[in-house]
């Protein structure tokens, strides 16, 4: 029997609107140009850029996961912090995730770095630190479901 993850999933169903109309754009984009197979060549350009740019932005964010599933917990907080200073510093990538990293979650990079830290430092029993992002995703999200906790 495996071991229950702790772990919180939200799509956004709004966020597959600008998807498919991307797909679309690159696939029109591609026809105009006068390209044989433009919708299997836009539906691959899509793809690529889509990994690529997961790959590529949110740094961080990935390192901060690879570190959780290490269960390196103090390396995946300092990671998940990071992703934080860096989608608060670039809040416009943050914000219009659905278009720049193909992103259908619901929560924003900032607010799922939070939640992944406060996790992180409550499974080191590191109260202090958990107190002070917890308030932190409070006042910056008060409606997700860690801020009630």
């Not at 169903?13 to 998807?19: E, G, K, N, S, T």
């Not at 770095?113 to 006042?139: D, P």
Request: contains cysteine; proline residues 3%.
């Amino acid at each position: 029997m495996g071991k229950k993850k702790n772990t919180i999933h939200k799509i956004s169903y709004a966020a597959i609107i600008p998807q498919i109309a991307l797909l679309f754009l690159f696939a029109l984009i591609l026809q105009q140009l006068g390209i044989n197979n433009s919708w299997l060549l836009g539906l691959s350009l899509y793809l690529l850029l889509s990994g690529y740019m997961k790959i590529l932005v949110p740094k961080s964010h990935r390192k901060g996961l690879f570190y959780l599933r290490k269960r390196e917990l103090e390396g995946a907080a300092f990671a998940f912090q990071k992703s934080y200073v860096f989608f608060s510093k670039y809040s416009w990538i943050d914000k219009y995730r659905a278009f720049v990293l193909f992103s259908l979650s619901e929560y924003s990079y900032k607010e799922m770095a939070l939640m992944n830290i406060i996790y992180c430092y409550e499974q080191l029993g590191n109260k202090s630190k958990v107190n002070e992002f917890h308030n932190r995703l409070k006042k910056e999200y008060p409606e997700n479901p860690y801020s009630k906790k």
